[in-house]
């Protein structure tokens, strides 16, 4: 889908950050759509973005079934799809989700430190921990919320 959605959204002046699928308390199928900019993502770019993917995917229709598109910014609480994600923003909070426990834990939170050979390096409360790359269902950064208030951005 990465590879469907690229070219329209980066032709238009936006970075692909990444896309999810999520479902909303009925159940109704959710392709979620994050792009950012320079300055910041404004509801006017989300619904040239959305414009444009929908009449995308209105042709290629490569998505069976009923869906509903969304296209966002990342927020404050970005969330994290590649390895120069991880590297972008060394020395931020995360919250990690793994598919599979490794050592009987499936959650993580601890500041990113590195990538080392497909693995996130996060130090944690318990000490650092390397988590593969490939085992991550789900990643965000933990807002910080003081810098946020004395205007500092990310």
Known sequence: MIELLQPVVTGLGYELVGIEWAADTRG?????VYIDVEGGVTVDDCEQVSQQI???LDVEDPIPGHY?????SPGIDRPLFTL???RRFRGEEARVLLAQPQDGQRRFRGVIEGVEDDRIRLKTR???VFLPFDE???ARLVPDYQAIMKGQKR
């Open 136 to 138: 991550i269902e789900k």
């Open 54 to 56: 929908s009449a995308l």
């Open 68 to 72: 509903v598109l969304e296209v966002s």
């Open 126 to 128: 318990q000490g650092t």
């Open 84 to 86: 120069d994600h991880y």
């Open 28 to 32: 109704q199928r959710i392709l979620r």
